[in-house]
């Protein structure tokens, strides 16, 4: 409770902000995105999304937080368009509870046409085991954002109680292969024969695919080799403040 009053003083005070984990073409090295993940700067230092986000899920603040996610990405691609860097897309992470009020793809919509910034840049990350939560509205709302132009990605591929049926009824663009099967890739042939499969899967359907938590370069090299397109990872880079992002994205240009 005590985390919850002042997540909801510090919600008024911009203490909420984003760092950005680059994206890289597993090919070429090239940066293709980024993705947006939300810091918390409070007296006691930084307090991590793994800790404060399931106390906002269980408040209204979880509302709160996913607008100024959306704004602040929006502002973020506003800084990268200005920098030159032509075209970058972000993602965002979006709850389970933020689909409980009606009209997510709206409300995102909005804001990016607030700051004048195209839909196509803006990728929404869902867990599967989110979507499962409360499927039919989480299904619906994502395919109106793809309709308005939007992107979706499925984070954590393969780790929630997944069924493939919502694979089937789930529209999305990118699939993430989660860092627990990416993490062994180098030591473990059950690991491979799984990453392999999830790729076979994504290529068949004809989406995109996203290694997370590549750390080293046999990682990428397997990946590379196995038709993973992108990759994120420490490998690359950590998340970085938005200015670090953008010399980042102007030395790997
Ligand atoms: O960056 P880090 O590895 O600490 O992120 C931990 C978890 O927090 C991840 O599972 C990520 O999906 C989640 N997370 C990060 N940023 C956001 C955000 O802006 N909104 C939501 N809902 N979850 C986030
Ligand atoms: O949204 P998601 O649950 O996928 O969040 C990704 C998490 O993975 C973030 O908390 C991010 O800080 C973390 N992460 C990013 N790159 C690496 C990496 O190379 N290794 C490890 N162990 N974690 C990473
Ligand atoms: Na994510
Ligand atoms: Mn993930």
Redesign the pocket.
């Known amino acids: 409770f005590a985390l919850m009053s002042r997540l909801g003083q510090d919600l008024q005070r911009d203490a909420l902000f984003l760092v950005f984990?680059p994206q890289v073409c597993l090919s070429t090295g090239r940066i293709v995105g980024a993705?947006a993940?939300l810091r918390w700067r409070t007296d006691a230092g930084l307090i991590p999304?793994?800790e404060f986000i399931p106390v906002a899920e269980k408040s209204v603040y979880i509302h709160a937080i996913g607008d100024r996610v959306v704004q602040q990405a929006c502002e973020a691609l506003k800084a990268i368009d200005a920098a030159g860097l032509n075209d970058l897309p972000l993602s965002v992470?979006v709850s389970a509870r933020q689909f409980d009020a009606p009209g997510l793809a709206e409300r995102v919509a909005a804001h990016c046409a607030e700051a004048g910034v195209e839909l196509h840049r803006l990728a929404l990350?869902i867990t599967e085991t989110a979507a499962m939560r409360n499927f039919s509205q989480v299904a619906q709302a994502l395919r109106a954002h793809r309709a308005a132009g939007g992107i979706v990605a499925i984070?954590?591929f393969g780790t929630g109680q997944s069924s493939l049926e919502y694979l089937r009824d789930l529209p999305a663009d990118h699939l993430?292969i989660?860092?627990s099967f990416v993490?062994h890739l180098e030591q473990d042939e059950r690991c491979r024969q799984i990453a392999s499969m999830i790729i076979k899967l994504g290529r068949s359907l004809g989406v995109g695919l996203i290694a997370?938590?590549?750390?080293t370069r046999g990682q990428a090299d397997w990946l590379r080799d196995n038709g993973c397109q992108t990759g994120?990872?420490?490998?690359f880079a950590?998340?970085l403040p938005l200015p670090e992002f953008i010399d980042f994205c102007r030395q790997h240009a």
Do not use: A, H, T
Request: zero cysteines; glycine letters at 14%.
């Open positions: 984990q993705e993940l999304p793994g992470n990350e984070d954590d993430k989660d860092l993490r997370e938590g590549v750390e994120q990872g420490w490998l950590k998340p």
